[in-house]
């Protein structure tokens, strides 16, 4: 009797297990299963109702589940980051349209301050030149002052050859002042004044010696071109 309770229990076991094997899409061989002891399994319980999707299948759908929200994600990037290449091509568009119209008006710019710059370089190279011609001519004129005034001081003076030639104090003879022209010698300019005294009605010619005591340190055969000399009325100087 006990034996044959064994043998019912153990086929059912077998039963059950063939029925899960069964049911499986992907059965996944395991290893038999103990027989219950008689003595503890009063009786057989029912087997569990299968699943409708096995394990392995739920991890395939769950994946193929992730893969197509990221596929989605992705795509959604992709057209964000189309727009975005849209737009930019557009500026860079835009700002090489800005960058040629600038630089039209920058070679026109430059154009136009090349003439300037070059027309305030001639105006400087004029000043330049003016201001060098000015200092040419003081220069000049310089030379012609202190020439003058070499000419003035290394004038001879009157010699004293013991004949009366002493010359007269200045300011204690009348006298008229002539301005040396060009051509003119003291011989001729006294034979002008002479002949002018005379005409005056005064008596007495003026010598050569007279007109050399009223000039202190001309002398008779040097005289200059502008020189002025003094010519004594007749009869103011012994």
């Known amino acids: 009797m006990r034996s044959d309770f064994s043998k019912t229990v153990l086929l059912t076991a077998l039963g059950l297990g063939m029925v899960n094997l069964l049911a499986q899409e992907t059965p996944k061989p395991k290893p ?7 003595a503890t399994t009063p009786a057989a319980k029912p087997a569990p109702k299968p699943s409708g999707v096995a ?3 739920r991890f395939v759908v769950e994946q193929v589940r992730r893969l197509r929200a990221d596929l989605e994600d992705l795509k959604n990037a992709y057209n964000l980051q189309l727009q975005r290449t849209t737009a930019l ?10 960058n040629t119209a600038l630089k039209r008006q920058l070679d026109l710019q430059f154009a136009s301050n090349k ?7 001639r105006i400087t190279e004029l000043d330049r030149n003016r201001l060098n011609d ?36 200045v300011g204690r ?14 011989s001729t300019i006294l034979a002008a004044y002479n002949s002018a005294f005379k005409e005056e009605g005064l008596r007495g010619r003026v010598s ?27 009869g103011e100087i012994k």
Do not use: C, W
């Open 173 to 186: 003879f009348k006298y008229r002042e002539h301005k040396v022209q060009a051509g003119e010698f003291l």
């Open 89 to 98: 091509e557009l500026e860079m568009k835009n700002l090489r349209t800005a």
């Open 134 to 169: 000015r200092k040419v001519q003081s220069a000049q004129i310089e030379k012609i002052l202190n020439l003058l005034g070499k000419i003035k001081s290394a004038a001879p003076q009157g010699t004293r050859n013991g004949s009366g030639n002493d010359p007269a104090p």
């Open 55 to 57: 394990p392995q299948n």
């Open 32 to 38: 038999p299963p103990t027989p219950a002891t008689p």
């Open 115 to 121: 003439d300037v710059d070059e027309l305030a370089k």
């Open 208 to 234: 050569q010696t007279q007109v050399l005591k009223a000039n202190p340190g001309v002398t008779a055969n040097k005289l200059f071109v502008g020189q002025t000399i003094r010519i004594p009325l007749p």
